[in-house]
């Protein structure tokens, strides 16, 4: 029997997982640019970054990031 909880939902289920954080991260980091003038160069802390979704939807800004999560397989992936 799986284990019911957010604590077990990335592990049991990986996709509806990475699909829902993929739409949540976008919402999130459109706001962020919304509110903040990112440059070249700027640091972020992406603090249980996931699979990096953040960095990679502001990759085009050349922004320095550091990413942190519990999952190393996220961490790889990043």
């Known amino acids: ?17 990475n699909d829902m954080m ?6 999130f980091a459109v706001q962020l640019e919304k509110t903040f003038d990112l440059a070249s160069g700027d640091e972020i802390l992406d603090y249980g970054c996931g699979p990096c979704f ?7 800004k050349e922004l320095k990031f550091t990413c942190a999560d519990i999952n190393p397989l996220f961490i790889e992936q990043g």
């Open 1 to 17: 029997m799986a284990k019911i909880g957010w604590d077990n939902f990335w592990k049991d289920q990986k996709q509806s997982f």
């Open 22 to 27: 993929k739409i949540a991260t976008t919402f």
């Open 54 to 60: 953040l960095a990679d939807h502001l990759a085009s």
